[in-house]
Each structure stands twice: as structure tokens, then as C-alpha cells.
């Protein structure tokens, strides 16, 4: 996955997983669906890549939601 987003993550039980990219204007730039996985530690992302700019990333998991902002430089 060169110049995407890429989210690392374990899970300690198996179940479905989301991967959500906001752009700073709120609206969904991205979002992967990695279906039903494995307990254990997995890597999910995007393979395009994003303009410069404030994302805020989502991270739904059996385990809870977790969120990280993170800022995608310009080239």
C-alpha cells in the first residue's frame, strides 16, 4: 500500500472491522470494510493516496471505535 493510510491494530477476539478517512471538512474520503478478522494483529489501510491535508481516521473494531488525526503531508 505505497502513499496510502495505513492503520495497525489487534484484535482479542474475531469480528468485522472498519476503517474510516474524514476529510477536514467532515465528509468520508475513504472507507474500508476488512469484513470479519482474525484475533491478532493486522495492518488495514487505503492504497490511493490523499491530498495534503487533516484526516481524521476510525477505527471500528468488536473491540470499541478508536480515532487518531493524523496529517497527510504534501509532496
Known amino acids: 500500500m505505497t502513499g496510502g493510510i495505513k492503520a495497525r491494530y489487534r484484535l ?3 469480528g ?8 477536514s471538512d467532515g465528509r468520508v474520503a ?3 470494510a476488512a469484513g470479519v478478522t482474525s484475533a491478532g494483529e493486522h495492518t488495514l489501510g487505503t492504497a490511493r493516496n490523499h491530498t495534503a491535508g ?3 481516521l476510525f ?8 480515532s487518531q ?3 497527510v ?3
Open 12 to 14: 482479542e477476539r474475531p
Open 16 to 23: 468485522a472491522v472498519r476503517l474510516r478517512v474524514f476529510s
Open 30 to 32: 475513504h472507507a474500508v
Open 54 to 56: 487533516t484526516r481524521m
Open 59 to 66: 477505527l471500528d473494531t468488536p473491540d470499541g471505535r478508536l
Open 69 to 71: 488525526r493524523i496529517v
Open 73 to 75: 503531508p504534501s509532496r
